[in-house]
């Protein structure tokens, strides 16, 4: 096989520090070599990674750190072990490196992080699904940043997270670790939590890169056939927001192939784009195991070795979790087939990287001796996340809950803690393969909350999540005919590779509730008592049976794996001591049939006269209810947003202090600054920032907090667009009574889109602009023109709207 390397002169990473030329320049290439791997210390039987079991590493750990590591792989994270005994053990290999390798550097530990640092007895957050339906960056910053701290302070420099993965299809298994399925609020949520990390001195790893969410019917690993468009107008966006605003310092590649093309060996994805287009600096990793499957999977490549290749050139820095194919590289460059100055360029970034995060000058004198990874903040923030998160989808009244009412609660996952984490927790990555560990850290069920709450409630079991035995129905049956109201608690069990109902490969090929929960929820119905349905999923379930006319619950909350504190949260919503404000961060499927499906569609990709089948969601994105209610309106647009086009982002104030996390920026202006009316029809030149207002009004009786949701009709594109696209967003919390006027400054790039030569661009014509309480609702609508020539984006346009609350 002919293997074409990449211009390797312009591909240098530039600005390394003399520090790390002159290191550079001493090593050998086994030396070199030994940077560009990682080491799984810990891997054995446990399937936490893809065909794990089949792909153990054969060298011994001592053999492979001869000359140097790149990266330790999970040392926390592989199996339940004592952090204070871990810490004591990884200070003492750090010390061993640097005493015992010619060079002296250390390793860069990795881990995972997505719901919180997976180790045993760290704080489990909720799934990214959960931040995207808060609609709040703000708190995921917060989130972050104290995960950021328990990794730090116990020697971990990098974690594989965020997900910024835009959700397009419900079947694929891996949607619980994506945070929307509109690109603009996977992007702000995402640099949230990157700076946030990094605030705490670990790198964020972006993933993954990109279109993996796009594989075809929902399969894991999939080809993707997404189109150059798609491409530029979904899926990278918020990749390029995490590099350029968040400042990101890693990126791993996605597993899938894009048109016959694996990701894995793309130096258009690789150098072209992240690296030239985008300036980023940093390292790209692997996913585990990626770079062989280049020869075992994709079948692009003969030999371990030659898929080494085609990844390094490709642009892939380091190989992950072990040394499979990348010790090949010697012979390439011994044959001469690859330049070692390939090797060059990514042994140039690891050790930047190394620089970066103190590596070179550490001695790992004192490892850490003591240490919460579940303290009151931990706690107080997986709170306040799970509470802003849960989706109110239904309520005929049957919520809040009454006090002194005779409580049922029933179902499988009512009283599992398993149930309120996702695939990337600790608890269902590891611990299931440990029976009997205990999980290390209070995690209260629903059914626990409820009776710190209300006292005494009688419960059952009912059924299990899966599985088609129904000898639990006639128990649950009779609890529900002796109660005044039953919450009935189901939905999915999280875990990997066909153990659980979703995860990582977990994929569905029917989005009905697993097993026979909705004929257990069916049959509680049927007693006439008064059902409040309450669902832990990892995925949107296709639910018109349980949300359309007049025979199915009287009430139902969608909570997508909550975490630690789910239980107590959701005890407080059902009990009205807290009012729901999330909103469905992805649409709610009316069946399997209609995916993929996204709300991001245009006109034919609806309903229409001209086919028999009908997508439409359920419930739409961003759609969420309350126990209060609020009124919107004064829609208004001003063509002087206070921003040149290409010219910097300028912010205001945090509307709890301070700057805004990933530049989408909330804070209390005085009153009657800055935005004035111009009509009902402005004009806008194309490529200006512009102003948009609008006034949020709690009219009902407690205090809540709405999401305030802008979207954009494009008329007469070159292209087609999307029926409504998401402009701008803001969450706002409001006593009874009590207004306030949220001004947005929208940058032109919010506007754009990918023309018919594939620039992206704002075209003149018309657009309407519309204020409601989800992508299909309208309380107000003004149109606006774009005027001028054509406006072609610049790298360095704004991506990000600022946002401005100002209080009555």
């Given at each position: 096989?002919?293997?074409?390397?990449?211009?390797?002169?312009?591909?240098?990473?530039?600005?390394?520090?003399?520090?790390?030329?002159?290191?550079?320049?001493?090593?050998?290439?086994?030396?070199?070599?030994?940077q560009l791997v990682g080491y799984w210390v810990d891997q054995g039987d446990e399937v936490v990674a893809p065909l794990s079991g089949e792909k153990v590493t054969s060298t011994a750990y001592a053999d492979a750190t001869v000359h140097g590591l790149g990266h330790l792989t999970r040392v926390y994270g592989t199996r339940p072990v004592d952090p204070i005994e871990r810490a004591e053990w990884l200070w003492g290999e750090q010390r061993r490196l640097k005493a015992e390798t010619r060079l002296g550097i250390p390793a860069i530990v990795h881990e995972e992080c997505l719901t919180g640092f997976a180790a045993w007895k760290a704080a489990t957050f909720p799934t990214p699904l959960a931040w995207g339906a808060s609609f709040d960056p703000e708190t995921v910053e917060l989130m972050a940043s104290a995960i950021g701290r328990s990794m730090r302070d116990l020697g971990v420099h990098q974690g594989l997270s965020p997900v910024l993965d835009v959700v397009r299809d419900p079947r694929w298994g891996r949607v619980d670790e994506c945070i929307a399925e509109d690109p603009y609020v996977v992007g702000t949520i995402g640099t949230a939590y990157v700076r946030g990390l990094q605030s705490a001195g670990v790198h964020a790893t972006l993933k993954h890169f990109v279109g993996y969410s796009a594989s075809r019917a929902g399969r894991n690993h999939a080809p993707v056939s997404a189109g150059p468009r798609e491409l530029q107008d979904v899926f990278l966006p918020p990749f390029e927001m995490a590099v350029r605003d968040g400042g990101a310092r890693s990126v791993m590649n996605a597993y899938v192939e894009i048109d016959g093309v694996p990701i894995a060996s793309s130096p258009e994805i690789f150098t072209d784009l992240l690296r030239r287009r985008w300036g980023f600096d940093g390292t790209v990793v692997s996913d585990y195991f990626a770079v062989e499957f280049l020869r075992s999977m994709h079948g692009v490549a003969d030999s371990l070795g030659e898929a080494a290749q085609l990844a390094l050139e490709a642009g892939i820095d380091v190989e992950l979790p072990g040394p499979d194919?990348?010790?090949?590289?010697?012979?390439?460059?011994?044959?001469?087939?690859?330049?070692?100055?390939?090797?060059?360029?990514?042994?140039?970034?690891?050790?930047?990287?190394?620089?970066?995060?103190?590596?070179?000058?550490?001695?790992?004198?004192?490892?850490?001796?003591?240490?919460?990874?579940?303290?009151?903040?931990?706690?107080?923030?997986?709170?306040?996340?799970?509470?802003?998160?849960?989706?109110?989808?239904r309520n005929d009244g049957a919520l809040p809950l009454a006090e002194g009412r005779r409580i049922a609660v029933i179902g499988p996952n009512a009283d599992s803690a398993e149930a309120l984490m996702g695939c990337y927790s600790f608890a269902n990555h590891v611990l299931a393969h440990h029976p009997g560990v205990p999980l290390g850290f209070s995690l209260p069920t629903v059914r626990d909350a409820l009776v710190d709450r209300f006292g005494e409630v009688s419960s059952a079991f009912g059924c299990a999540v899966e599985g088609s035995d129904t000898d639990g129905f006639a128990e649950a049956?009779?609890?529900?005919?002796?109660?005044?109201?039953?919450?009935?608690?189901?939905?999915?069990?999280?875990?990997?590779?066909?153990?659980?109902?979703?995860?990582?490969?977990?994929?569905?090929?029917?989005?009905e509730l697993p097993g026979v929960q909705r004929q257990l929820v069916e049959a509680i119905v049927a007693t006439g008592t008064p059902v409040v349905l309450v669902l832990l999923t990892g995925r949107p379930y296709a639910l018109s049976w349980a949300l359309d006319g007049d025979t199915g619950p009287a009430a139902v909350l969608q909570a997508f794996f909550p975490g630690e504190e789910g239980g107590s949260a959701l005890a407080a919503l059902l009990a009205g001591d807290a009012t729901p404000s999330g909103r469905l961060p992805v649409s709610l499927p009316r069946s399997a049939g209609a995916q993929p499906y996204s709300y991001l569609h245009p006109l034919l990709g609806g309903p229409s006269g001209v086919t028999s089948t009908d997508p439409t969601p359920v419930r739409p994105f961003g759609f969420g209810l309350s126990y209060t209610t609020f009124a919107r309106g004064e829609l208004r647009v001003d063509g002087a947003g206070g921003a040149e086009p290409g010219g910097p982002e300028r912010g205001t104030g945090g509307e709890r202090g301070g700057a805004g996390p990933a530049g989408h920026r909330t804070g209390d202006a005085s009153r009657g600054a800055g935005i004035s009316a111009s009509g009902t029809s402005p004009e806008v030149r194309a490529g200006d920032a512009f102003a948009v207002s609008a006034r949020v009004t709690n009219t009902g009786t407690v205090r809540g907090a709405d999401v305030v949701q802008v979207y954009a009709h494009r008329r007469g594109a070159s292209v087609t667009r999307p029926v409504a696209a998401l402009v701008a967003y803001a969450r706002v919390e409001l006593d009874p009574g009590e207004s306030a006027e949220v001004r947005f400054t929208v940058p032109a790039s919010r506007l754009a889109y990918s023309d018919r030569a594939l620039r992206r661009v704002v075209e003149p014509g018309e657009v309407e602009l519309r204020l409601g309480p989800s992508c299909a609702e309208v309380d107000e609508a003004v149109s606006m023109r774009i005027t001028g020539p054509t406006y072609e984006l610049a790298l360095d346009d704004a991506r990000v709207v600022e946002v401005a609350v100002v209080r009555d």
């Open positions: 096989m002919t293997i074409h390397h990449t211009d390797v002169g312009a591909a240098l990473t530039p600005g390394v520090s003399p520090r790390v030329q002159a290191l550079l320049a001493e090593m050998t290439l086994d030396e070199k070599l030994a194919a990348y010790p090949h590289l010697a012979e390439r460059v011994a044959s001469g087939a690859l330049p070692e100055a390939v090797v060059d360029r990514a042994v140039a970034r690891v050790l930047a990287e190394k620089e970066d995060l103190g590596l070179l000058d550490a001695d790992f004198a004192d490892a850490p001796t003591e240490i919460d990874l579940d303290d009151a903040e931990h706690r107080a923030l997986a709170y306040r996340l799970a509470l802003e998160s849960a989706v109110l989808l049956v009779a609890v529900a005919r002796d109660a005044e109201v039953a919450i009935v608690v189901v939905g999915d069990r999280a875990g990997l590779f066909g153990r659980g109902t979703v995860g990582e490969g977990n994929d569905a090929d029917s989005l």
